[in-house]
């Protein structure tokens, strides 16, 4: 059955793989959501299984897949409550996207839009695999494979060049990630003769936490490097803003709700393992919060809309990194649960006002949009305040979890850094809100922006209805002119006809408003009355099962019986409630305080926000420039690769060193090659008759001996 | 049988020659074609035939055939196959047809001559990986060279004499040195024995003075590692590839490059243990840095072919690295390994001949946008790179992953330095890969090529199928290949430390580990894992000996 669930999505890329081109919209639409949310049944059915079973957890091996020697890697699925979270998200939000997708990719040819349909597909697929795997290199299949599939759907429209940089850039990116993650999988294999996560887990859990850098920290500090490739964490985020060139349901369910969780998830899978390295978990809180500071800072410039919300995904993934690093792993996975409903939320949100501005992504050429779109408006201040953090929707609880975790295991700055990090959320929010969706109508300014997302200028713009409507298709695309799309046209700022979402999305929208203000119920904490279940349920998944034959050498602390309970940092029996809830009132005063300045800031006069970047200007250019770590990448690794590699390595070592010295040897028996040259002379007797002059030669030389 | 098997290419080049009738005929070109590529379709079914009746569970040498040929010499006709050389019978057998087909287009002078060189060059491959006497192995290994060297000067590029010549020179200095050891070798045993043989299996153990050892060594293993080629013998393999015709260059890259690995895994490793032993640290080093410097080279290359020669360099060092490490896994995953480079480099180098059939050049910027001119030959030219990138789920992931296994367990921060090997293939497979075919077509001669033929087609569905089949059912290979890497493994270790004290010339030590342990053994360095376990410290460089026993 746990197959199922990743086969259904398989199925759904082959037959848009082989046969999508034939079939029209409908049919190769209908087939890739068909699949997803019978992914979902399946899921859910298996969910409620695993919940009641034994270990609540079901494993299902469904081959022998690498066998060498003592290392034995079956292709093995295992559904565990951690799991279950995970693949409700995966298929429930990616049905959703999917469903959004079919209006969003509407001007797509009928191929182009099964190869779209096909690729997400295969993510899903990929995706579920990383998910359910229950070993380490099962899970890489799924890492790599959703690598692939994001490289491909980064670079859906290829013909724009900056969409297929984008796309090799997350990849390669991806890959110095991998390079981590495969050392650490090694590692752990040499230490501990099994790469199975349960078994690795038992093994760790006999063990002493490690005081040090030992291999434990190694090990631990190796996959967190995938960790930060995959979730865009310092250092290697630089990927995911530009990924941003991708068609929007792209970046909304790979970019924002599922594939760019998968580190999280991973160190979550790890739970035993990662509190036995504390050092690492140190390093992983660390990163996760300065990650979450950094990108919060950059998002409070940026002009493009899909921009602001990577950066805010980059931010809210430090969040989640902060809570797995100070051991609160239920609180992290919570937050990616909920991050998942209002980021996907305000990413498809983000779709529908470039859906309706014919492609327009630059805020600057936004504003007013509230009258015209109000599904698409009121939705989106749903997310907005999700996000920010507003009791009671879903977005309040985890963040609050964990900043309050944070708080209570002590790391005081950090839960400072977080909470400055959390007033930042609050106010580029609401600047986008206000810049997309309130003052004066302003996109009637000219299209040209380096942001767009149509692909490069050739669209024949001139047919439709001016230059806006180049829309985010593939240009030499027999484009129908699509009612959301031409309308948009706009005549000297004069507020034209905005058409708002269309039902697909629309409903998609409402769906995830529904589930961004409800989705925090399974986690309200003990302080407010709630029961906070979702720690309970997943409880399960960051213990050790006590499966593994017991060994006294290293058996410590715990005595049989309560079987390290290592992922709950015994939670509200010692906290005090009412430290709590001052906590809380303070994130939601912050909250409410960033808002307050995105209200002063842009809602009635622009003017201030501009003094202010006047006045700060090497600090907003150096924002606005994304502190120039790009910049600094290609100067300091990229640049120097290039140029070394042709010139010291080719044209110095290559052609001049080695073909030098073998050239000179040449040299001296040219006399040979060109005798060697006369032989070929075509004719097969000769060639016979050297071929026969050798062999004696050969034999004639070693009877002589 | 496995004679015919090995000739069988052989009567069918000369069938073919009788076929194609005299002179350079054109009428009769299609004939010879479709003659030469049933050939090596029987040729194929017999080696998949040859697969199917394989006994899995055993290290011996099967379907032996030993006759006395010259035994005032102690030379005789001995064949026979073991896990590690059928996989590689099967992989000659398999890219043979695929060559020919892929020259359909592009040769069309002296069709017969090609056709006839192509499978005379397959019966002299067959017989390197399956000959059991010294003697009749260094016949075939030479007799490669000839139509080799033919093929590229014949139907090369406008660089090809200099590529042939240089291709020749590089690869017979190293033959010349490995016959003189063969010799050697042979006469070694002669003196510790008295009899005279040219035997594989009367020679593994020959008692010999670490002096004699060490050159015999050193000589084979300058034959191979030119053959494979291993950083820094490799600059005649650009000029070869980039000069050979598309079929030259599939079978140099799929089965040639193998004949060297093939051999330091089959002769030199486990016929010189001792001094594999000492060496083997620094071939390993060469390899790491052929893995890097490959890598960086090719991501420089503006030629196509050149770079995916550069990238062979870069997966062969692998290859090497793997079997230097000298455990079940390292081992396994180099054969592993050998099996997919053959898939992948193969199969790129016959996308970018399907390029260069069309444009008539190789020229990354010649190209561009062709995603939206042909759809089916880049999704085809996407699979074959995500193969060779080793992406996991296809082939190229399981035998990096093991030869990275075996390698970290036996020098971690070797493995570490190569493993950037995999970030480095993705930056310059997918750098070519988007400068061919991404972005608009900027070249006009671009906008009109014809998507994949029919024959096309039939070259890239089974290069693909047998790549995606490699990666998810790795089994299939793995496990019929294990026990004779086991044997081996058990060879070059099984002799180190009794015989590195007792061998002395003349001492009469016979070889008696043909009857040694045959089940597989489980971890062969556990040693290791339990130093790793709890010393972290022990993650620093330990003594180069091979394998911690």
Same mark, same amino acid.
């Given at each position: 059955?746990?197959?199922?669930?990743?086969?259904?999505?398989?199925?759904?890329?082959?037959?848009?793989?082989?046969?999508?081109?034939?079939?029209?919209?409908?049919?190769?639409?209908?087939?890739?959501?068909?699949?997803?949310?019978?992914?979902?049944?399946?899921?859910?059915?298996?969910?409620?299984?695993?919940?009641?079973?034994?270990?609540?957890?079901?494993?299902?091996?469904?081959?022998?897949?690498?066998?060498?020697?003592?290392?034995?890697?079956?292709?093995?699925?295992?559904?565990?409550?951690?799991?279950?979270?995970?693949?409700?998200?995966?298929?429930?939000?990616?049905?959703?996207?999917?469903?959004?997708?079919?209006?969003?990719?509407?001007?797509?040819?009928? &191929?182009?839009?099964?190869?779209?349909?096909?690729?997400?597909?295969?993510?899903?697929?990929?995706?579920?695999?990383?998910?359910?795997?229950?070993?380490? !290199?099962?899970?890489?299949?799924?890492?790599?494979?959703?690598?692939?599939?994001?490289?491909?759907?980064?670079?859906?429209?290829?013909?724009?060049?900056? *969409?297929?940089?984008?796309?090799?850039?997350?990849?390669?990116?991806?890959?110095?990630?991998?390079?981590?993650?495969?050392?650490?999988?090694?590692?752990?294999?040499?230490?501990?003769?099994?790469?199975?996560?349960?078994?690795?887990?038992?093994?760790?859990?006999?063990?002493?936490?490690?005081?040090?850098?030992?291999?434990?920290?190694?090990?631990?500090?190796?996959?967190?490097?995938?960790?930060?490739?995959?979730?865009?964490?310092?250092?290697?985020?630089?990927?995911?803003?530009?990924?941003?060139?991708?068609?929007?349901?792209?970046?909304?369910?790979?970019?924002?709700?599922?594939?760019?969780?998968?580190?999280?998830?991973?160190?979550?899978?790890?739970?035993?393992?990662?509190?036995?390295?504390?050092?690492?978990?140190?390093?992983?809180?660390?990163?996760?919060?300065?990650?979450?500071?950094?990108?919060?800072?950059?998002?409070?410039?940026?002009?493009?809309?899909?921009?602001?919300?990577?950066?805010?995904?980059?931010?809210?993934?430090?969040?989640?990194?902060?809570?797995?690093?100070?051991?609160?792993?239920?609180?992290?996975?919570?937050?990616?649960?909920?991050?998942?409903?209002?980021?996907?939320?305000?990413?498809?949100?983000?779709?529908?006002?470039?859906?309706?501005?014919?492609?327009?992504?630059?805020?600057?050429?936004?504003?007013?949009?509230?009258?015209?779109?109000?599904?698409?408006?009121?939705?989106?201040?749903?997310?907005?305040?999700?996000?920010?953090?507003?009791?009671?929707?879903?977005?309040?609880?985890?963040?609050?979890?964990?900043?309050?975790?944070?708080?209570?295991?002590?790391?005081?700055?950090?839960?400072?850094?977080?909470?400055?990090?959390?007033?930042?959320?609050?106010?580029?929010?609401?600047?986008?809100?206000?810049?997309?969706?309130?003052?004066?109508?302003?996109?009637?300014?000219?299209?040209?922006?380096?942001?767009?997302?149509?692909?490069?200028?050739?669209?024949?713009?001139?047919?439709?209805?001016?230059?806006?409507?180049?829309?985010?298709?593939?240009?030499?695309?027999?484009?129908?002119?699509?009612?959301?799309?031409?309308?948009?046209?706009?005549?000297?700022?004069?507020?034209?006809?905005?058409?708002?979402?269309?039902?697909? #999305?629309?409903?998609?929208?409402?769906?995830?408003?529904?589930?961004?203000?409800?989705?925090?119920?399974?986690?309200?904490?003990?302080?407010?009355?709630?029961?906070?279940?979702?720690?309970?349920?997943?409880?399960?998944?960051?213990?050790?099962?006590?499966?593994? $034959?017991?060994?006294?050498?290293?058996?410590?602390?715990?005595?049989?019986?309560?079987?390290?309970?290592?992922?709950?940092?015994?939670?509200?029996?010692?906290?005090?409630?009412?430290?709590?809830?001052?906590?809380?009132?303070?994130?939601? %005063?912050?909250?409410?305080?960033?808002?307050?300045?995105?209200?002063?800031?842009?809602?009635?006069?622009?003017?201030?926000?501009?003094?202010?970047?006047?006045?700060?200007?090497?600090?907003?250019?150096?924002?606005?420039?994304?502190? @120039?770590?790009?910049?600094?990448?290609?100067?300091?690794?990229?640049?120097?690769?290039?140029?070394?590699?042709?010139?010291?390595?080719?044209?110095?070592?290559?052609?001049?060193?080695?073909?030098?010295?073998?050239?000179?040897?040449?040299?001296?028996?040219?006399?040979?090659?060109?005798?060697?040259?006369?032989?070929?002379?075509?004719?097969?007797?000769?060639?016979?008759?050297?071929?026969?002059?050798?062999?004696?030669?050969?034999?004639?030389?070693?009877?002589?001996? | 049988?496995?004679?015919? +098997?090995?000739?069988?290419?052989?009567?069918?080049? /000369?069938?073919?020659?009788?076929?194609?009738?005299?002179?350079?005929? *054109?009428?009769?070109?299609?004939?010879?074609?479709?003659?030469?590529?049933?050939?090596?379709?029987?040729?194929?079914? &017999?080696?998949?035939?040859?697969?199917?009746?394989?006994?899995?569970?055993?290290?011996?040498?099967?379907?032996?055939?030993? @006759?006395?040929?010259?035994?005032?010499?102690?030379?005789?006709?001995?064949?026979?196959?073991?896990?590690?050389?059928?996989?590689?019978? =099967?992989?000659? %057998?398999?890219?043979?047809?695929?060559?020919?087909?892929?020259?359909?287009?592009?040769? @069309?002078?002296?069709?017969?001559?090609?056709?006839?060189?192509?499978?005379?060059?397959?019966?002299?491959?067959?017989? /390197?990986?399956?000959?059991?006497?010294?003697?009749?192995?260094?016949?075939?290994?030479?007799?490669?060279?000839?139509?080799?060297?033919?093929?590229?000067?014949?139907?090369?590029?406008?660089?090809?004499?200099?590529?042939?010549?240089?291709?020749?020179?590089?690869?017979?200095?190293?033959?010349?040195?490995?016959? /003189?050891?063969?010799?050697?070798?042979?006469?070694? @045993?002669?003196? &510790?024995?008295?009899?005279?043989?040219?035997?594989?299996?009367?020679?593994?153990?020959?008692?010999?003075?670490?002096?004699?050892?060490?050159?015999?060594?050193?000589?084979?293993?300058?034959?191979?590692?030119?053959?494979?080629?291993?950083? $820094?013998?490799?600059?005649?393999?650009?000029?070869?590839? =980039?000069?050979?015709?598309?079929?030259?260059?599939?079978?140099?890259?799929?089965?040639?490059?193998?004949?060297?690995?093939?051999?330091?895994?089959?002769?030199?490793?486990?016929?010189?243990?001792?001094?594999?032993?000492?060496?083997?640290?620094?071939?390993?080093?060469?390899?790491?840095?052929?893995?890097?410097?490959?890598?960086?080279?090719?991501?420089?290359?503006?030629?196509?072919?050149?770079?995916?020669?550069?990238?062979?360099?870069?997966?062969?060092?692998?290859?090497?690295?793997?079997?230097?490490?000298?455990?079940?896994?390292?081992?396994?995953?180099?054969?592993?390994?050998?099996?997919?480079?053959?898939?992948?480099?193969?199969?790129?180098?016959?996308?970018?001949?399907?390029?260069?059939?069309?444009?008539?050049?190789?020229?990354? &910027?010649?190209?561009?946008?062709?995603?939206?001119?042909?759809?089916?030959?880049?999704?085809?030219?996407?699979?074959?790179?995500?193969?060779?990138?080793?992406?996991?789920?296809?082939?190229?992931?399981?035998?990096?992953?093991?030869?990275?296994?075996?390698?970290?367990?036996?020098?971690?921060?070797?493995?570490? +330095?190569?493993?950037?090997?995999?970030?480095?293939?993705?930056?310059?497979?997918?750098?070519?890969?988007?400068?061919?075919?991404?972005?608009?077509?900027?070249?006009?001669?671009?906008?009109?090529?014809?998507?994949?033929?029919?024959?096309?087609?039939?070259?890239?569905? !089974?290069?693909?199928?047998?790549?995606?089949?490699?990666?998810?059912?790795?089994? /299939?290979?793995?496990?019929? #290949?294990?026990?004779?890497?086991?044997?081996?493994?058990?060879?070059?270790?099984?002799?180190?430390?009794?015989?590195?004290?007792?061998?002395?010339?003349?001492?009469?030590?016979?070889?008696?580990?043909?009857?040694?342990?045959?089940?597989?053994?489980?971890?062969?360095?556990?040693?290791? +894992?339990?130093?790793?376990?709890?010393?972290?410290?022990?993650?620093?460089?330990?003594?180069?000996?091979?394998?911690?026993?």
């Amino acid at each position: 059955m746990l197959l199922l669930i990743p086969l259904l999505p398989l199925v759904g890329f082959l037959i848009n793989a082989f046969l999508g081109r034939r079939l029209p919209k409908v049919v190769s639409g209908g087939i890739a959501c068909l699949v997803m949310v019978a992914s979902f049944v399946v899921s859910l059915m298996s969910a409620l299984t695993a919940s009641r079973g034994v270990d609540h957890a079901i494993q299902q091996t469904v081959f022998s897949w690498i066998t060498s020697g003592d290392f034995q890697i079956p292709f093995a699925l295992r559904l565990d409550p951690l799991a279950s979270v995970m693949i409700l998200v995966v298929t429930g939000i990616g049905s959703l996207i999917h469903i959004y997708s079919t209006a969003y990719m509407h001007e797509e040819t009928d &191929s182009e839009y099964a190869r779209y349909f096909s690729y997400l597909n295969l993510f899903a697929a990929f995706m579920l695999v990383l998910v359910l795997g229950a070993n380490f !290199p099962v899970m890489f299949v799924g890492w790599e494979g959703v690598g692939l599939c994001s490289y491909l759907l980064i670079g859906f429209w290829f013909r724009k060049k900056s *969409a297929a940089d984008a796309g090799k850039k997350a990849f390669v990116v991806n890959r110095i990630g991998d390079f981590g993650f495969l050392l650490g999988m090694l590692l752990l294999f040499a230490t501990f003769s099994t790469l199975d996560f349960q078994e690795v887990a038992s093994k760790v859990a006999m063990r002493a936490p490690e005081a040090g850098w030992g291999v434990l920290t190694i090990a631990t500090l190796l996959l967190f490097l995938g960790a930060t490739g995959k979730s865009a964490q310092i250092p290697l985020y630089v990927w995911l803003p530009d990924a941003m060139e991708g068609p929007t349901p792209v970046s909304a369910l790979i970019h924002a709700a599922t594939m760019v969780t998968a580190g999280v998830y991973m160190i979550g899978r790890n739970a035993v393992l990662f509190t036995h390295a504390p050092y690492t978990l140190a390093i992983v809180a660390g990163i996760g919060v300065a990650t979450a500071l950094m990108a919060g800072t950059i998002g409070l410039v940026q002009n493009d809309i899909k921009r602001v919300l990577a950066y805010s995904t980059v931010s809210q993934l430090g969040y989640m990194f902060l809570a797995m690093g100070v051991g609160a792993y239920a609180a992290g996975i919570f937050h990616l649960y909920t991050h998942a409903f209002f980021k996907a939320l305000l990413f498809l949100g983000s779709g529908a006002v470039i859906h309706a501005l014919a492609g327009e992504q630059d805020l600057r050429n936004m504003g007013g949009l509230k009258k015209g779109l109000p599904i698409t408006y009121w939705t989106f201040v749903i997310g907005a305040l999700a996000i920010a953090g507003i009791f009671p929707l879903s977005g309040f609880f985890s963040k609050d979890e964990i900043l309050f975790r944070t708080f209570s295991s002590g790391r005081t700055v950090m839960w400072a850094i977080g909470l400055l990090t959390a007033f930042l959320t609050a106010t580029y929010m609401f600047r986008l809100v206000f810049l997309a969706f309130h003052g004066e109508r302003r996109h009637d300014a000219p299209p040209e922006h380096p942001e767009e997302e149509e692909p490069a200028a050739q669209a024949a713009a001139g047919d439709l209805h001016g230059a806006h409507a180049a829309a985010h298709s593939s240009p030499p695309a027999p484009r129908t002119p699509d009612p959301g799309h031409a309308r948009a046209h706009v005549d000297h700022g004069h507020a034209a006809h905005l058409h708002d979402a269309p039902p697909a #999305m629309a409903i998609v929208l409402i769906v995830l408003a529904i589930g961004s203000i409800a989705a925090g119920i399974v986690g309200i904490p003990h302080a407010l009355g709630g029961s906070n279940e979702i720690e309970a349920f997943l409880a399960p998944s960051f213990e050790a099962h006590a499966t593994a $034959p017991a060994n006294s050498e290293f058996q410590i602390a715990p005595p049989p019986g309560e079987f390290v309970a290592l992922g709950r940092v015994e939670p509200h029996e010692t906290a005090d409630t009412g430290t709590e809830l001052i906590l809380m009132a303070v994130s939601l %005063g912050v909250a409410v305080a960033g808002i307050g300045l995105a209200v002063y800031f842009w809602l009635p006069n622009r003017g201030a926000s501009e003094r202010v970047a006047q006045s700060a200007a090497p600090v907003y250019r150096l924002l606005l420039n994304k502190y @120039h770590v790009d910049e600094l990448y290609d100067a300091a690794i990229v640049q120097p690769i290039k140029q070394g590699s042709t010139l010291l390595l080719w044209k110095g070592a290559d052609a001049a060193l080695i073909d030098g010295a073998v050239n000179g040897v040449g040299a001296a028996v040219r006399g040979a090659s060109g005798s060697l040259r006369r032989l070929q002379t075509g004719s097969i007797r000769a060639y016979a008759a050297s071929l026969f002059l050798g062999v004696v030669l050969i034999l004639g030389w070693y009877l002589m001996r | 049988m496995l004679s015919t +098997i090995v000739f069988l290419p052989l009567v069918g080049a /000369v069938l073919v020659l009788l076929l194609g009738g005299r002179g350079d005929r *054109a009428e009769r070109e299609p004939i010879v074609r479709y003659a030469a590529l049933a050939v090596s379709l029987v040729s194929f079914a &017999s080696t998949l035939w040859l697969w199917m009746q394989f006994n899995a569970s055993t290290a011996e040498f099967q379907f032996v055939e030993q @006759h006395e040929w010259l035994p005032q010499f102690g030379i005789s006709y001995h064949l026979g196959v073991d896990g590690i050389s059928l996989f590689l019978v =099967v992989l000659t %057998g398999f890219l043979t047809p695929l060559a020919l087909l892929t020259s359909w287009q592009s040769v @069309h002078e002296s069709v017969k001559l090609f056709s006839f060189f192509m499978l005379v060059l397959e019966t002299a491959m067959l017989g /390197v990986f399956v000959s059991l006497d010294l003697f009749l192995f260094y016949i075939f290994w030479d007799a490669v060279l000839i139509p080799m060297y033919f093929l590229i000067g014949i139907w090369g590029y406008e660089r090809r004499i200099y590529a042939a010549v240089k291709f020749i020179l590089y690869t017979m200095v190293g033959s010349i040195l490995m016959l /003189v050891a063969i010799i050697g070798l042979g006469y070694a @045993h002669a003196s &510790s024995t008295g009899t005279l043989s040219f035997d594989l299996l009367q020679l593994y153990g020959t008692a010999l003075s670490r002096t004699m050892e060490t050159w015999f060594f050193l000589a084979f293993t300058l034959a191979f590692v030119i053959k494979v080629p291993l950083f $820094p013998f490799h600059t005649w393999l650009p000029d070869a590839h =980039v000069e050979a015709p598309t079929a030259g260059s599939v079978i140099l890259a799929g089965v040639m490059l193998k004949m060297g690995t093939y051999g330091l895994l089959r002769f030199a490793f486990p016929l010189f243990p001792t001094a594999a032993a000492e060496f083997a640290p620094y071939i390993a080093a060469l390899a790491v840095v052929g893995i890097v410097y490959g890598a960086l080279v090719a991501m420089v290359q503006p030629d196509m072919k050149k770079l995916v020669a550069y990238s062979s360099v870069s997966h062969l060092g692998f290859v090497v690295l793997g079997l230097c490490a000298v455990n079940v896994n390292g081992v396994q995953g180099a054969v592993y390994q050998m099996l997919n480079h053959g898939v992948s480099t193969g199969g790129l180098f016959i996308i970018v001949g399907m390029l260069s059939d069309r444009r008539h050049t190789r020229l990354i &910027s010649e190209y561009g946008g062709l995603k939206a001119v042909m759809p089916r030959l880049v999704a085809a030219f996407l699979l074959i790179t995500l193969s060779s990138i080793a992406l996991p789920g296809m082939n190229g992931f399981i035998g990096e992953f093991l030869i990275l296994l075996g390698a970290f367990r036996w020098h971690p921060k070797v493995a570490a +330095i190569a493993a950037t090997g995999v970030i480095l293939s993705a930056v310059y497979m997918l750098w070519m890969f988007q400068r061919v075919n991404y972005g608009d077509v900027t070249n006009e001669e671009n906008r009109r090529l014809p998507d994949l033929s029919p024959r096309e087609w039939a070259i890239m569905i !089974p290069t693909i199928a047998t790549a995606i089949a490699m990666g998810i059912f790795p089994g /299939v290979f793995l496990k019929p #290949m294990e026990p004779a890497v086991v044997r081996v493994v058990d060879r070059i270790h099984g002799t180190l430390p009794a015989a590195a004290s007792t061998r002395s010339p003349g001492s009469g030590l016979r070889a008696s580990d043909e009857s040694s342990t045959l089940a597989p053994r489980p971890a062969a360095d556990s040693p290791l +894992i339990s130093t790793l376990g709890s010393r972290p410290s022990a993650l620093g460089p330990r003594s180069s000996r091979i394998g911690q026993r």
